[in-house]
Nanobody
């Protein structure tokens, strides 16, 4: 059974940092692009960052550029999101996700996703 499990969420003050981790079990995602999404209160789930299976391509949502950094370790089946300079607008449930097919085009939205994690809450206080 494929599982993606996120960890590292929590409460942090504005300007602080958090590091989210996602661990996959039951399957290796080394051939798949992976991504972090978030769902802010009252809004639709949105793509935050994505990284290709070969680590050569990384894309960030505009508002998180130069603050968030995605990385992956395919040997360990993990993907990480380092979040710096957090603001209250970053408050959301963050989800780890993998593409629905091996290799292929980069993840651009929820329609490209095959597996989701259960999500981890990030709350940034002002």
């Amino acid at each position: 059974q494929v599982r993606l499990v996120e960890s590292g969420g929590g409460l942090v003050q504005a300007g602080g940092s958090l590091r989210l981790s996602c661990s996959a079990s039951g399957w290796s995602f080394r051939k798949y692009h992976v991504a972090w999404f978030r769902q802010r209160p009252g809004l639709e789930r949105e793509l935050v960052a994505t990284i290709s299976e070969n680590l050569k391509d990384i894309v960030y949502e505009e508002s998180v550029k130069r603050r968030f950094f995605i990385s992956r370790d395919s040997a360990k089946n993990t993907v990480t999101l380092q979040m710096n300079a957090l603001t209250p607008e970053d408050t959301a449930v963050y989800y780890c996700a993998t593409a629905s097919g091996a290799y292929g085009p980069m993840i651009r939205g929820i329609g490209d996703i095959g597996f989701w994690g259960q999500g981890t809450q990030v709350t940034v206080s002002s």
